[in-house]
Nanobody, 130 residues
Framework: QVPLVESGGGLVQSGGSLRLSCAAS????????MGWFRQAPGKEREFVAA???????????SHADSVKGRFTISRDNAKNTVYLQMNSLKPEDTALYYC????????????????????WGQGTQVTVVS
């Protein structure tokens, strides 16, 4: 098991910012990837962003204009931590945000697929009010 602990969620007004953190304890995976997913009530869990642990390659949701230009993902390998900086938040960003770890990354084909991740955090709630 690799415990993943998210933090940084909260209640924010539309247009505000939050930075989510996800710390992985235990083993490090130098050839893996860490991702952020979110799930709003009544909706499926959806991919938000991911970053490879080896070279910091980033991926974002392919949903047009969903988070483009507003969210950034970064990592601190020394701390085994990944961050999701969320700016210009909108009410539609309201969801439970999950951090996930993919222990081995080989290509981008499944980086956006929840089932391809090996470990998950408990989630942190983000609520954006207008």
């Amino acid at each position: 098991q690799v415990p993943l602990v998210e933090s940084g969620g909260g209640l924010v007004q539309s247009g505000g910012s939050l930075r989510l953190s996800c710390a992985a304890s235990g083993r490090t995976f130098s050839r893996g990837a860490m991702g952020w997913f979110r799930q709003a009530p009544g909706k499926e869990r959806e991919f938000v962003a991911a970053i490879t642990t080896s070279d910091g390659r980033t991926y974002f949701t392919s949903h047009a204009d969903s988070v483009k230009g507003r969210f950034t993902i970064s990592r601190d390998n020394a701390k085994n931590t990944v961050y999701l900086q969320m700016n210009s938040l909108k009410p539609e960003d309201t969801a439970l945000y999950y951090c996930a770890l993919k222990t081995y990354y080989s290509n981008s084909n499944d980086i956006r697929v929840p089932g391809k991740y090996d470990y998950w955090g408990q989630g942190t709630q983000v609520t954006v009010v207008s």
